[in-house]
Protein backbone atom coordinates (compact mmCIF):
# COMPACT_ATOMS: atom_id res chain seq x y z
CA UNK A 1 0.00 0.00 0.00
CA UNK A 2 1.30 3.28 -0.88
CA UNK A 3 1.37 5.92 1.58
CA UNK A 4 1.28 8.84 -0.18
CA UNK A 5 0.35 8.56 -3.80
CA UNK A 6 -1.38 11.77 -4.68
CA UNK A 7 -1.03 13.71 -1.83
CA UNK A 8 2.05 16.05 -1.23
CA UNK A 9 4.05 15.30 1.43
CA UNK A 10 3.00 18.69 2.62
CA UNK A 11 -0.72 18.53 2.59
CA UNK A 12 -0.72 14.86 4.80
CA UNK A 13 -2.25 13.89 7.89
CA UNK A 14 -0.02 15.06 11.37
CA UNK A 15 0.28 11.88 13.26
CA UNK A 16 -1.74 10.91 15.80
CA UNK A 17 -4.48 12.17 13.90
CA UNK A 18 -5.78 8.60 12.14
CA UNK A 19 -6.93 7.27 15.38
CA UNK A 20 -8.41 10.36 16.36
CA UNK A 21 -12.20 9.81 16.96
CA UNK A 22 -12.92 13.87 16.57
CA UNK A 23 -12.51 12.07 12.98
CA UNK A 24 -15.25 9.74 13.53
CA UNK A 25 -18.25 11.67 11.85
CA UNK A 26 -15.26 12.73 9.13
CA UNK A 27 -14.71 9.09 8.31
CA UNK A 28 -18.74 7.78 8.24
CA UNK A 29 -19.58 11.30 6.34
CA UNK A 30 -17.94 10.48 2.85
CA UNK A 31 -19.36 12.77 1.09
CA UNK A 32 -19.51 16.30 1.32
CA UNK A 33 -20.55 19.70 -1.02
CA UNK A 34 -18.27 22.29 -1.55
CA UNK A 35 -19.60 25.87 -2.44
CA UNK A 36 -17.12 28.74 -3.90
CA UNK A 37 -18.70 31.66 -4.15
CA UNK A 38 -17.26 35.10 -4.31
CA UNK A 39 -17.03 38.24 -6.64
CA UNK A 40 -15.73 36.14 -9.72
CA UNK A 41 -19.23 34.98 -10.02
CA UNK A 42 -19.95 38.18 -11.42
CA UNK A 43 -17.49 38.42 -14.37
CA UNK A 44 -18.38 34.63 -14.69
CA UNK A 45 -15.38 34.08 -16.50
CA UNK A 46 -14.90 37.35 -19.01
CA UNK A 47 -13.30 40.20 -18.45
CA UNK A 48 -13.26 43.91 -20.84
CA UNK A 49 -15.56 41.82 -23.15
CA UNK A 50 -13.00 38.41 -23.39
CA UNK A 51 -13.42 35.31 -21.92
CA UNK A 52 -9.95 34.59 -19.32
CA UNK A 53 -8.75 31.28 -19.88
CA UNK A 54 -8.63 29.12 -16.51
CA UNK A 55 -10.90 28.70 -13.61
CA UNK A 56 -13.56 31.17 -12.68
CA UNK A 57 -12.31 32.22 -9.32
CA UNK A 58 -8.38 33.22 -10.61
CA UNK A 59 -9.75 35.51 -12.80
CA UNK A 60 -8.31 38.56 -10.71
CA UNK A 61 -5.50 36.87 -10.96
CA UNK A 62 -5.33 35.84 -14.64
CA UNK A 63 -6.32 38.71 -15.84
CA UNK A 64 -4.17 41.09 -13.61
CA UNK A 65 -7.40 43.52 -12.21
CA UNK A 66 -5.85 46.33 -10.15
CA UNK A 67 -7.52 45.57 -6.93
CA UNK A 68 -8.92 49.40 -7.02
CA UNK A 69 -10.75 48.30 -10.31
CA UNK A 70 -11.73 44.37 -8.91
CA UNK A 71 -13.17 45.61 -5.57
CA UNK A 72 -15.69 47.80 -7.35
CA UNK A 73 -17.69 44.32 -8.08
CA UNK A 74 -18.50 44.22 -4.24
CA UNK A 75 -20.93 47.34 -5.20
CA UNK A 76 -22.40 45.02 -7.59
CA UNK A 77 -22.58 41.78 -5.61
CA UNK A 78 -26.51 41.52 -4.61
CA UNK A 79 -27.38 37.88 -4.69
CA UNK A 80 -31.43 37.98 -3.88
CA UNK A 81 -31.49 34.38 -5.17
CA UNK A 82 -29.59 33.34 -2.03
CA UNK A 83 -31.66 30.87 -0.08
CA UNK A 84 -29.55 28.50 2.45
CA UNK A 85 -32.43 26.78 3.12
CA UNK A 86 -32.81 25.40 -0.63
CA UNK A 87 -28.45 24.77 -0.78
CA UNK A 88 -28.59 23.31 2.51
CA UNK A 89 -32.09 21.08 1.41
CA UNK A 90 -29.53 19.87 -1.92
CA UNK A 91 -26.78 18.86 0.29
CA UNK A 92 -29.02 16.35 2.07
CA UNK A 93 -31.05 15.11 -1.59
CA UNK A 94 -27.51 14.47 -2.90
CA UNK A 95 -26.59 12.32 0.40
CA UNK A 96 -23.84 14.61 1.37
CA UNK A 97 -22.97 14.91 4.70
CA UNK A 98 -20.97 17.82 5.30
CA UNK A 99 -21.35 21.80 3.32
CA UNK A 100 -17.62 23.48 3.02
CA UNK A 101 -18.12 27.21 1.65
CA UNK A 102 -15.62 30.16 1.04
CA UNK A 103 -15.22 32.23 3.48
CA UNK A 104 -12.28 34.28 1.56
CA UNK A 105 -10.70 33.12 -1.71
CA UNK A 106 -7.68 33.83 -2.73
CA UNK A 107 -9.31 37.19 -4.07
CA UNK A 108 -9.91 38.82 -0.34
CA UNK A 109 -13.42 39.49 -0.22
CA UNK A 110 -15.40 38.03 2.72
CA UNK A 111 -18.65 36.46 2.74
CA UNK A 112 -19.08 36.94 6.50
CA UNK A 113 -19.33 39.98 8.34
CA UNK A 114 -15.85 40.92 9.44
CA UNK A 115 -14.53 43.29 12.07
CA UNK A 116 -11.00 43.53 10.83
CA UNK A 117 -12.17 44.58 7.25
CA UNK A 118 -14.66 46.34 5.51
CA UNK A 119 -14.20 44.54 2.43
CA UNK A 120 -17.18 42.14 3.07
CA UNK A 121 -20.35 41.34 2.06
CA UNK A 122 -21.25 43.43 4.94
CA UNK A 123 -19.02 46.84 4.48
CA UNK A 124 -18.70 46.62 0.83
CA UNK A 125 -21.65 44.80 -0.73
CA UNK A 126 -25.62 46.17 -0.95
CA UNK A 127 -26.20 42.67 -0.43
CA UNK A 128 -26.45 43.37 3.78
CA UNK A 129 -26.87 39.80 4.99
CA UNK A 130 -24.12 38.10 6.66
CA UNK A 131 -24.03 34.66 3.46
CA UNK A 132 -22.11 32.57 6.50
CA UNK A 133 -24.61 33.45 9.48
CA UNK A 134 -27.62 32.13 7.51
CA UNK A 135 -26.10 29.28 6.03
CA UNK A 136 -24.80 28.16 9.41
CA UNK A 137 -28.26 28.66 10.95
CA UNK A 138 -30.04 26.08 8.15
CA UNK A 139 -27.56 23.81 8.23
CA UNK A 140 -28.07 23.49 12.58
CA UNK A 141 -31.60 23.60 11.51
CA UNK A 142 -31.49 20.70 9.01
CA UNK A 143 -29.00 18.84 10.57
CA UNK A 144 -25.97 19.08 8.35
CA UNK A 145 -22.10 20.41 9.32
CA UNK A 146 -20.69 23.14 7.88
CA UNK A 147 -17.16 23.67 7.81
CA UNK A 148 -15.66 27.08 5.89
CA UNK A 149 -13.08 27.32 3.38
CA UNK A 150 -10.58 30.08 4.25
CA UNK A 151 -7.22 31.12 2.22
CA UNK A 152 -4.85 31.78 4.69
CA UNK A 153 -1.55 32.51 2.06
CA UNK A 154 -3.26 34.16 -0.85
CA UNK A 155 -5.12 37.24 -0.72
CA UNK A 156 -4.86 39.21 -3.69
CA UNK A 157 -6.53 42.21 -2.00
CA UNK A 158 -4.42 42.67 0.99
CA UNK A 159 -1.18 44.31 0.95
CA UNK A 160 0.82 42.06 2.91
CA UNK A 161 -0.97 38.44 1.46
CA UNK A 162 0.65 36.69 -0.98
CA UNK A 163 -0.01 36.24 -4.84
CA UNK A 164 -0.49 39.70 -5.95
CA UNK A 165 2.67 41.40 -7.80
CA UNK A 166 0.67 43.62 -10.09
CA UNK A 167 -0.72 45.70 -7.17
CA UNK A 168 1.75 45.44 -4.41
CA UNK A 169 5.72 45.32 -4.22
CA UNK A 170 6.23 41.50 -2.98
CA UNK A 171 9.73 42.01 -1.45
CA UNK A 172 7.81 44.53 1.04
CA UNK A 173 5.47 42.58 1.89
CA UNK A 174 4.76 41.55 5.78
CA UNK A 175 3.58 38.20 4.79
CA UNK A 176 4.05 36.85 8.88
CA UNK A 177 2.23 40.26 9.87
CA UNK A 178 -0.38 39.70 7.84
CA UNK A 179 -0.83 35.96 9.39
CA UNK A 180 -0.85 37.77 13.07
CA UNK A 181 -3.23 40.64 12.36
CA UNK A 182 -5.52 39.62 9.89
CA UNK A 183 -5.77 35.76 9.16
CA UNK A 184 -5.84 34.68 12.68
CA UNK A 185 -8.46 37.49 13.91
CA UNK A 186 -10.19 36.65 11.50
CA UNK A 187 -10.25 32.40 12.13
CA UNK A 188 -11.02 33.57 15.32
CA UNK A 189 -14.36 35.14 13.92
CA UNK A 190 -15.26 32.26 11.92
CA UNK A 191 -14.50 29.98 14.75
CA UNK A 192 -16.88 32.54 17.26
CA UNK A 193 -19.31 33.83 15.91
CA UNK A 194 -20.99 30.75 13.82
CA UNK A 195 -21.97 28.28 16.56
CA UNK A 196 -19.81 24.87 16.04
CA UNK A 197 -17.38 24.85 13.06
CA UNK A 198 -17.15 21.52 11.74
CA UNK A 199 -13.92 22.12 10.01
CA UNK A 200 -11.63 24.72 8.75
CA UNK A 201 -10.76 24.11 4.72
CA UNK A 202 -7.40 25.92 4.24
CA UNK A 203 -5.63 26.25 1.01
CA UNK A 204 -2.26 26.91 -1.16
CA UNK A 205 0.17 26.53 1.87
CA UNK A 206 2.64 27.65 -0.24
CA UNK A 207 5.71 29.15 1.78
CA UNK A 208 3.96 29.04 5.51
CA UNK A 209 6.38 27.87 7.66
CA UNK A 210 6.22 24.77 10.00
CA UNK A 211 5.57 27.44 12.92
CA UNK A 212 2.98 29.91 10.95
CA UNK A 213 0.72 26.39 9.92
CA UNK A 214 1.13 24.83 13.87
CA UNK A 215 0.50 27.96 15.03
CA UNK A 216 -3.24 28.25 12.98
CA UNK A 217 -3.65 24.40 13.62
CA UNK A 218 -3.64 25.51 17.48
CA UNK A 219 -5.50 28.24 17.16
CA UNK A 220 -8.05 26.65 15.76
CA UNK A 221 -7.99 23.61 17.72
CA UNK A 222 -7.65 25.98 21.36
CA UNK A 223 -11.12 27.69 20.10
CA UNK A 224 -13.23 24.86 18.61
CA UNK A 225 -11.12 22.07 20.20
CA UNK A 226 -13.66 19.33 17.83
CA UNK A 227 -13.04 21.25 14.79
CA UNK A 228 -11.19 19.45 12.10
CA UNK A 229 -8.07 21.04 10.43
CA UNK A 230 -7.86 20.27 6.50
CA UNK A 231 -4.01 19.24 4.77
CA UNK A 232 -3.60 22.28 3.63
CA UNK A 233 -3.13 24.11 6.89
CA UNK A 234 0.91 23.00 5.24
CA UNK A 235 4.17 21.22 6.96
CA UNK A 236 1.87 17.23 7.14
CA UNK A 237 -0.07 18.93 10.35
CA UNK A 238 -3.68 18.91 9.32
CA UNK A 239 -6.20 16.72 10.41
CA UNK A 240 -6.75 14.76 7.56
CA UNK A 241 -4.60 14.66 4.34
CA UNK A 242 -5.85 17.03 1.56
CA UNK A 243 -4.92 14.77 -1.87
CA UNK A 244 -4.70 17.14 -5.02
CA UNK A 245 -7.94 18.68 -6.86
CA UNK A 246 -9.78 16.12 -8.71
CA UNK A 247 -6.55 13.69 -7.99
CA UNK A 248 -7.82 10.00 -6.77
CA UNK A 249 -4.66 8.30 -5.25
CA UNK A 250 -4.17 4.92 -7.75
CA UNK A 251 -4.50 2.89 -4.52
CA UNK A 252 -6.11 1.95 -0.84
CA UNK A 253 -4.37 4.74 1.69
CA UNK A 254 -3.04 4.37 5.23
CA UNK A 255 -3.83 8.18 5.72
CA UNK A 256 -7.38 9.71 5.98
CA UNK A 257 -7.88 11.54 2.77
CA UNK A 258 -10.73 13.69 0.95
CA UNK A 259 -10.35 14.90 -2.57
CA UNK A 260 -11.99 17.83 -3.44
CA UNK A 261 -13.51 17.69 -6.97
CA UNK A 262 -14.94 20.14 -9.64
CA UNK A 263 -18.34 19.34 -11.41
CA UNK A 264 -17.14 21.16 -14.56
CA UNK A 265 -13.58 22.22 -14.47
CA UNK A 266 -14.20 25.71 -12.55
CA UNK A 267 -14.75 25.85 -8.94
CA UNK A 268 -16.15 29.43 -9.09
CA UNK A 269 -18.80 29.94 -11.60
CA UNK A 270 -17.89 30.54 -15.23
CA UNK A 271 -20.84 30.60 -17.52
CA UNK A 272 -19.20 29.02 -20.29
CA UNK A 273 -18.16 26.08 -18.77
CA UNK A 274 -20.45 23.34 -19.81
CA UNK A 275 -17.96 20.34 -19.14
CA UNK A 276 -20.01 18.76 -16.86
CA UNK A 277 -19.08 15.28 -15.90
CA UNK A 278 -21.47 12.18 -16.28
CA UNK A 279 -23.67 11.04 -13.41
CA UNK A 280 -22.15 7.28 -13.57
CA UNK A 281 -18.37 9.52 -14.32
CA UNK A 282 -19.61 11.34 -10.51
CA UNK A 283 -20.71 8.34 -8.65
CA UNK A 284 -17.69 6.05 -9.97
CA UNK A 285 -15.37 8.85 -8.67
CA UNK A 286 -17.35 8.79 -5.12
CA UNK A 287 -16.99 4.92 -5.17
CA UNK A 288 -13.20 4.93 -5.91
CA UNK A 289 -12.40 7.77 -3.47
CA UNK A 290 -14.32 5.59 -0.89
CA UNK A 291 -13.19 2.39 -1.36
CA UNK A 292 -9.21 4.19 -1.13
CA UNK A 293 -10.65 5.26 1.98
CA UNK A 294 -11.23 8.67 1.45
CA UNK A 295 -14.16 11.63 1.58
CA UNK A 296 -15.05 13.27 -1.77
CA UNK A 297 -15.46 17.14 -1.36
CA UNK A 298 -17.97 17.62 -4.57
CA UNK A 299 -17.78 21.53 -5.75
CA UNK A 300 -20.52 23.84 -7.15
CA UNK A 301 -20.37 27.25 -8.04
CA UNK A 302 -23.11 29.54 -7.58
CA UNK A 303 -24.15 32.40 -9.98
CA UNK A 304 -23.75 35.98 -9.06
CA UNK A 305 -27.81 35.88 -7.97
CA UNK A 306 -27.11 33.03 -6.06
CA UNK A 307 -28.49 30.07 -7.56
CA UNK A 308 -26.46 26.92 -7.73
CA UNK A 309 -26.23 26.45 -11.80
CA UNK A 310 -29.18 23.81 -12.87
CA UNK A 311 -26.90 21.33 -14.23
CA UNK A 312 -25.26 20.82 -10.87
CA UNK A 313 -28.38 20.37 -9.37
CA UNK A 314 -29.60 17.51 -11.98
CA UNK A 315 -25.97 15.65 -11.64
CA UNK A 316 -26.57 16.29 -6.97
CA UNK A 317 -29.98 14.54 -7.42
CA UNK A 318 -29.21 11.60 -9.38
CA UNK A 319 -26.28 10.73 -7.16
CA UNK A 320 -28.55 11.08 -4.26
CA UNK A 321 -31.15 8.59 -5.58
CA UNK A 322 -28.27 6.32 -6.21
CA UNK A 323 -26.95 6.85 -2.45
CA UNK A 324 -30.49 6.46 -1.63
CA UNK A 325 -30.40 2.49 -3.03
CA UNK A 326 -26.81 1.89 -2.53
CA UNK A 327 -25.77 4.33 0.79
CA UNK A 328 -25.13 1.26 3.21
CA UNK A 329 -21.64 0.44 0.88
CA UNK A 330 -20.54 4.26 1.40
CA UNK A 331 -21.16 5.52 4.53
CA UNK A 332 -19.66 4.26 7.40
CA UNK A 333 -17.41 1.90 5.46
CA UNK A 334 -13.58 1.26 5.15
CA UNK A 335 -11.92 -0.29 1.71
CA UNK A 336 -12.91 -3.62 1.54
CA UNK A 337 -10.40 -6.76 0.23
CA UNK A 338 -11.08 -6.23 -3.55
CA UNK A 339 -8.42 -3.66 -4.67
CA UNK A 340 -6.46 -2.78 -7.92
CA UNK A 341 -8.82 -4.51 -10.09
CA UNK A 342 -10.13 -2.68 -13.28
CA UNK A 343 -13.89 -2.27 -12.61
CA UNK A 344 -14.61 -3.47 -9.48
CA UNK A 345 -14.06 -1.52 -6.26
CA UNK A 346 -15.16 -2.45 -2.68
CA UNK A 347 -15.39 -1.35 0.40
CA UNK A 348 -16.76 -3.16 3.62
CA UNK A 349 -18.90 -2.54 7.29
CA UNK A 350 -18.76 -5.39 9.44
CA UNK A 351 -19.10 -8.80 7.61
CA UNK A 352 -20.27 -7.80 4.55
CA UNK A 353 -18.11 -6.88 1.73
CA UNK A 354 -20.05 -4.44 -0.86
CA UNK A 355 -18.54 -5.25 -4.21
CA UNK A 356 -18.81 -1.88 -6.72
CA UNK A 357 -19.27 -3.52 -10.52
CA UNK A 358 -18.72 -0.24 -12.26
CA UNK A 359 -18.22 -1.92 -15.80
CA UNK A 360 -20.65 -4.81 -15.62
CA UNK A 361 -19.59 -8.04 -17.66
CA UNK A 362 -21.24 -8.84 -21.04
CA UNK A 363 -22.06 -12.61 -19.75
CA UNK A 364 -22.81 -11.63 -16.61
CA UNK A 365 -19.53 -13.48 -14.72
CA UNK A 366 -17.78 -11.62 -12.04
CA UNK A 367 -14.96 -12.97 -11.44
CA UNK A 368 -12.59 -10.97 -8.69
CA UNK A 369 -9.86 -12.05 -6.18
CA UNK A 370 -9.11 -10.65 -2.84
CA UNK A 371 -12.39 -11.99 -0.72
CA UNK A 372 -10.45 -14.83 1.34
CA UNK A 373 -13.12 -15.30 3.85
CA UNK A 374 -15.94 -17.56 3.00
CA UNK A 375 -19.20 -16.02 1.55
CA UNK A 376 -22.01 -17.14 2.79
CA UNK A 377 -24.53 -15.30 0.44
CA UNK A 378 -24.55 -12.48 -2.31
CA UNK A 379 -27.35 -10.36 -3.94
CA UNK A 380 -27.72 -6.59 -5.29
CA UNK A 381 -28.63 -3.93 -3.54
CA UNK A 382 -31.69 -2.75 -3.73
CA UNK A 383 -32.97 -5.39 -5.86
CA UNK A 384 -34.36 -8.23 -3.43
CA UNK A 385 -36.41 -9.21 -6.17
CA UNK A 386 -33.01 -10.73 -7.81
CA UNK A 387 -32.57 -13.22 -4.84
CA UNK A 388 -29.22 -14.22 -3.72
CA UNK A 389 -26.45 -14.92 -6.66
CA UNK A 390 -24.91 -18.15 -7.11
CA UNK A 391 -21.25 -18.17 -5.95
CA UNK A 392 -18.08 -19.83 -6.19
CA UNK A 393 -15.14 -19.29 -4.31
CA UNK A 394 -11.82 -21.08 -4.70
CA UNK A 395 -9.28 -19.49 -2.39
CA UNK A 396 -9.17 -16.02 -2.36
CA UNK A 397 -11.15 -16.26 -6.02
CA UNK A 398 -14.59 -15.67 -6.72
CA UNK A 399 -16.83 -15.82 -9.37
CA UNK A 400 -20.71 -14.32 -8.90
CA UNK A 401 -22.83 -15.77 -11.74
CA UNK A 402 -25.08 -12.60 -12.21
CA UNK A 403 -27.39 -11.23 -14.81
CA UNK A 404 -26.59 -10.52 -18.56
CA UNK A 405 -27.54 -6.67 -18.03
CA UNK A 406 -26.65 -4.08 -15.02
CA UNK A 407 -29.04 -4.05 -12.64
CA UNK A 408 -28.20 -0.85 -12.03
CA UNK A 409 -26.71 1.36 -15.59
CA UNK A 410 -24.74 3.80 -13.08
CA UNK A 411 -22.80 1.30 -10.83
CA UNK A 412 -24.39 -1.64 -9.31
CA UNK A 413 -23.42 -2.72 -5.75
CA UNK A 414 -23.39 -6.68 -4.56
CA UNK A 415 -23.46 -7.17 -0.76
CA UNK A 416 -21.19 -10.24 -0.30
CA UNK A 417 -22.07 -11.45 3.58
CA UNK A 418 -19.55 -13.60 5.22
CA UNK A 419 -19.29 -16.56 7.21
CA UNK A 420 -19.17 -15.05 10.86
O1 LIG B 1 -6.32 27.92 -5.89
C1 LIG B 1 -7.32 27.16 -5.30
C2 LIG B 1 -8.50 26.96 -6.23
O2 LIG B 1 -9.01 28.17 -6.61
C3 LIG B 1 -9.54 26.13 -5.51
O3 LIG B 1 -10.00 26.80 -4.37
C4 LIG B 1 -8.96 24.80 -5.10
C5 LIG B 1 -9.90 23.89 -4.37
O4 LIG B 1 -9.21 22.79 -3.90
N1 LIG B 1 -7.81 25.02 -4.23
C6 LIG B 1 -6.74 25.86 -4.82
C7 LIG B 1 -5.90 25.13 -5.76
O5 LIG B 1 -5.52 23.89 -5.31
Do not use: K, L
Given at each position: MAKLSGIRPERSQREGAQNDPRLDWWREAKFGLFIHWGLYAIPAGVWQGKEVPGIGEWIMLHARIPVREYEQLAAQFSPTRYDAREWVALAKAAGQKYIVITSKHHEGFCLFDSRVTDYDVMGASPFGRDILAELADECARQGIRLGFYYSQTQDWHHPDGDGNDWDYDESQKDFAGYIEDYVKPQVTELLTNY????LIWFDTPKGMTEEQSRSLLELVHTLQPDCLVCGRVGNALGDYASAGDNMIPDVQMQVDFETPATINDTWGFKWYDENWKSVPDLVHKLVDIVSKGGNYLLNVGPTAEGAIPQASVDRLLAMGRWLDVNGEAIYGTRPGPVQGQEGYRSTRKGNVVYLHVLEWPHDGRIAVRGVSERVRAAAVLGAPQAGALACHQEGDALTILGP??????VATVIALSLAE
Open positions: GPVAGAAPDP
